[in-house]
């Protein structure tokens, strides 16, 4: 559907425009009183939330992709059904497949709280049941306002039961990763990618100074990124996931990854909703499963 019919059937005026960005790929513009959004068809992806007045809380690199095929490196990527490498081991590509494809156009409208919900979704096509052999709809709930939450749901519409492990894969903008920490996960089992899956505990706040790659497990519902630069505390809520990842690529990966500046690791940190690693979650035909994650900003 071109950009003049998605202003016609789903556009908001002043509010919800639906334009050609980068690489050509459908872009919507949301603006309220409370924040702005950019939000990318490809993918389904969030690419920037900025509460009035605020900086904006998702790094998003300046060497992205934007292209079919391709997922577009920050914002808040969606990993789905799977999270990590195939878990079959079948070469299927990492954090699975609707992180590099168009998403559909649902709903966009006005909540009475003056807010604005823009619905995503996809559904199984005999592509997708190539990849993956389950017929799903897939809707993604994008709501803009004095925080940014986004809520996966998850509908088996097939006849068998099938299991999947998920995530908001999210970029988050520090001011430099030196001076931020992750409050919310002390005390928690970790297992750490980065020393052959050990599995660990986390002692007081996360801290980075190396590459971090960890999916903790059994996890409250709050976590809270302290940011010391840019003087500003972003509050995580979620619900639905029984672990969250922390990741960091450091400097070596940072040069090696084409689509991140080689100095970005300094600016980037993902904290993760997920359900990953043992969270598998298993879903009856005709079920749902929701996952929750909530972000916005405290004045540090
Ligand atoms: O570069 P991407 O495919 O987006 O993945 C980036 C990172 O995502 C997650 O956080 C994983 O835990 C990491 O192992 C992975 O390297």
Redesign the pocket.
């Known amino acids: 559907m071109n950009n003049e019919q998605l202003n016609a059937d789903h556009g908001i005026a002043g509010q919800v425009e639906f334009s050609e960005g980068n690489g050509g790929l459908t872009m919507i513009q949301v603006s309220t009183p409370k924040a702005k959004a950019l939000i990318s068809i490809h993918a389904g992806q969030v690419l920037s939330y900025q509460p009035s007045g605020e900086e904006d809380i998702l790094f998003l690199s300046s060497k992205a992709y934007y292209q079919d095929g391709k997922?577009i490196?920050g914002g808040a990527?969606i990993c789905w059904p799977w999270f990590?490498p195939d878990p079959e081991g079948k070469g299927r590509p990492?954090?699975g497949f609707v992180r590099n494809r168009p998403w559909n156009v649902l709903s966009t409208e006005a909540t009475p709280d003056d807010d604005i919900k823009i619905t995503l979704g996809l559904t199984d096509t005999p592509e997708t049941r190539e990849i993956w052999p389950h017929a799903f709809e897939l809707t993604q709930e994008i709501v803009v306002g004095d925080s940014l939450n986004l809520t996966l749901i998850t509908r088996n519409t097939g006849s068998e039961l099938f299991s999947i492990t998920q995530a908001f894969?999210t970029y988050f903008k520090v001011g430099d990763i030196t001076q931020t920490s992750v409050m919310g996960l002390q005390d928690c089992i970790y297992i750490d990618?980065v020393n052959s899956s050990a599995e660990k505990k986390q002692e007081g706040v996360v801290t980075i100074a190396s590459e971090v790659?960890r999916?903790y497990h059994d996890v409250s519902n709050t976590m809270i990124i302290d940011d010391k630069a840019l003087n500003r505390c972003i509050q995580i809520l979620s619900q639905g996931n029984k672990t969250a990842?922390v990741?960091n690529?450091w400097k070596k990966?940072s040069a090696e990854?084409a689509d991140l500046e080689d100095a970005d690791y300094k600016r980037l940190l993902?904290v993760?909703t997920t359900n990953a690693a043992s969270d598998v979650i298993a879903i009856a035909p005709g079920q749902e499963f929701r996952l929750v994650a909530d972000y916005s900003v405290m004045k540090g």
């Open positions: 997922a490196k990527p990590g990492g954090h894969h990618k790659d999916i990842v990741w690529p990966i990854m993902c993760e």
